[in-house]
């Protein structure tokens, strides 16, 4: 992973994979030159047709939603979700690769067409962006093998957390403190880190003793070799809801949220869409079909209903 707001591009795909960085002059906004068509009845602003690519923002280190293979090619839930939506839009798709608190600002700077990430769609988060919500998340917790500190689901009080500089996992700590506090128990106590890894191997050497996230992550996780962490078994149920996760774009983008959801709209039609979420195992907990700041964004206007 490329630190000080540095990003690599990867090309997705054989055809792709000679394609160079071209972050330079790239657009996320729907600006001059119209809309004009791309497959089918799905219309693209003018600059992303003319480019001929949609270029994408993406922390790659979280999987099974996105990370690097063992070829060094983007892989994951969302690079499907992703490449399928390219695909349909008759462009070619570049991945860049970035930390994840440097995504957002790098929409908000039109920087990428947009970004992937299952960020949750928060009234902060929308003051600043737009957020295409695809599925709503389940979250459980990660610990050591052995679990030598006997967290549970519901037994996590006095015990050390650990968070993504950024992720919503930070203010989600403060519903384990509100529980812990009502319950007449130690509150837990939180440790922000950089990126996943090193939050990871925090756990491993007993820095913490747990972290949040979600059901899919923590299954992916422990099913690695060697990979030294356990999924507890079951939902967490503390938080009052848990809000819808997803994509990236720049605010009032509509002309590029639309010709995703229109691709989108597509993919649930013929199928594709739902083969890529019973794979993963979210089939149940998707937003279907996807919204924008959590509410419906009309296919054929310029604005939400």
């Known amino acids: 992973m490329l630190r000080n707001n540095k990003t690599r591009a990867i090309g997705a795909g054989t055809a792709f994979a000679l394609i160079a960085t071209i972050i330079a002059g790239c657009s996320g906004g729907s600006a001059s030159g119209g809309e004009t068509p791309a497959a089918g009845n799905i219309s693209l602003p003018g600059n992303v047709r003319d480019r001929g690519s949609l270029e994408v923002a993406a ?3 979280y999987p099974p939603y996105r990370y690097t293979d063992a070829d060094g090619k983007p892989a994951g ?3 499907q979700m992703a ?6 839009l008759g462009l070619k798709i570049n991945f860049h690769d970035m930390d994840f608190s440097a995504v957002i600002p790098a929409i908000q700077n039109g920087r990428f067409d947009f970004s992937l990430g299952a960020y949750a769609d928060t009234p902060e988060r929308q003051k600043v962006v737009d957020i295409m919500d695809y ?3 389940e979250m459980g917790l990660i610990v050591a ?3 030598p500190n006997k967290v549970s689901v519901d037994d996590f009080c006095g015990r050390t957390f650990g968070a993504v500089t950024g992720s919503q996992q930070i203010s989600n700590f403060n519903d384990y403190v509100s529980s812990c506090a009502k319950a007449g128990k130690t509150a837990p106590t939180l440790t922000a880190f950089t990126d996943v890894g090193t939050e990871f191997q925090a756990i491993r050497n007993g820095r913490i003793d747990t972290l949040e996230t979600t059901i899919a992550v923590g299954k992916y996780t422990e099913g690695q070799k060697g990979s030294g962490l356990v999924a507890l078994p079951g939902a967490v149920s503390v938080h009052p809801t848990n809000p819808p996760v997803g994509w990236v774009f720049k605010k009032g983008d509509a ?3 639309r010709a995703v959801l229109q691709a989108i709209d597509e993919l649930i039609k013929d199928g594709t869409w739902k083969t890529i979420t019973d794979n993963a195992g979210i089939t149940k907990t998707a937003v279907l079909p996807p919204t924008i ?3 419906a964004l009309s296919l054929t206007g ?3 209903k």
């Open 293 to 295: 700041n959590t509410k």
């Open 77 to 79: 839930i969302e690079v």
């Open 145 to 147: 093998q052995g679990n």
């Open 302 to 304: 310029s604005t939400a």
């Open 135 to 137: 599925n709503v998340d």
């Open 59 to 61: 922390y790659l280190q």
């Open 83 to 88: 490449e399928a939506v390219a695909k349909k």
């Open 255 to 257: 002309g590029m949220e």
